[in-house]
Nanobody
Framework: VQLVESGGGLVQPGGSLRLSCAAS????????MSWYRQAPGKQRELVAA???????NYADSVKGRFTISRDNAKNTVYLQMNSLQSEDTAVYYC?????????WGQGTQVTVSS
């Protein structure tokens, strides 16, 4: 299993970014996918999740601003982030519950700052 995130960077408050996670090594369409984030000094937290059937759920802090989606033809899950705030600064990780413990990507840094 391999998960490779991309799309992070530096953005001003109120700006947007789209994260991508390219998956390989498993039958992508059969598994739910999630995005987590970890800010300095804080625990890793769930940001958004999408089931194999396309159902989604979000952390309260990002509802209405972030959108998770998936493209099974490209084995890729996305996180569209709008109206970014300084509190969204974190390393964002892609997660797939494949196998006994699941698999994580290497993370991509998102920094929201003026």
């Amino acid at each position: 299993v391999q998960l490779v995130e991309s799309g992070g960077g530096l953005v001003q408050p109120g700006g947007s970014l789209r994260l991508s996670c390219a998956a390989s090594g498993f039958t992508f369409s059969r598994y739910g996918m999630s995005w987590y984030r970890q800010a300095p000094g804080k625990q890793r937290e769930l940001v958004a999740a999408i089931s194999s059937g396309g159902s989604t759920n979000y952390a309260d802090s990002v509802k209405g601003r972030f959108t998770i989606s998936r493209d099974n033809a490209k084995n890729t899950v996305y996180l569209q982030m709008n109206s970014l705030q300084s509190e969204d600064t974190a390393v964002y990780y892609c997660y797939a519950k494949v196998g006994l413990f699941g698999s994580w990507g290497q993370g991509t840094q998102v920094t929201v700052s003026s």
